[in-house]
């Protein structure tokens, strides 16, 4: 995606070095590396419900199976809550429901 200054395409050891000097100046500790930003990416896509074929394309996977194995259950999670968080009430309030059972 991104290119080194000489057009060049970033290795390991052109990666590791500065995202550690970056986390310390941060005080990030442990130190994160690309491949957790990468991960944090994709994550976050999920839980905003961008579509698995999507993120697929954006992390450069080659179909959907690695990206549902990894980010479909914060998606679903995310849409549960919106759910929950959204629904009508239809006039229940929180002080007029008893439990029928035990």
Not at 4 to 21: E, I, L, N
Not at 33 to 59: C, K, P, Q
Request: glycine share 6%; proline share 5%; with cysteine.
């Amino acid at each position: 995606m991104f290119k080194r200054a000489d057009g060049g395409a970033w290795q390991q050891s052109h990666q590791q070095r500065p995202m550690t000097a970056a986390c310390k100046a941060a005080n990030i500790d442990p130190p994160i590396s690309f491949h957790v930003l990468r991960h944090t990416y994709g994550s976050l896509l999920a839980m905003e419900g961008v579509s698995m074929a999507f993120i697929a394309e954006a992390l450069g996977h080659a179909d959907t199976r690695m990206t549902e194995k990894h980010y479909t259950h914060l998606r679903d999670s995310c849409v549960a809550g919106e759910i929950r968080d959204n629904l009508p009430n239809f006039g229940i309030k929180a002080d007029n429901v008893r439990r029928i059972r035990p």
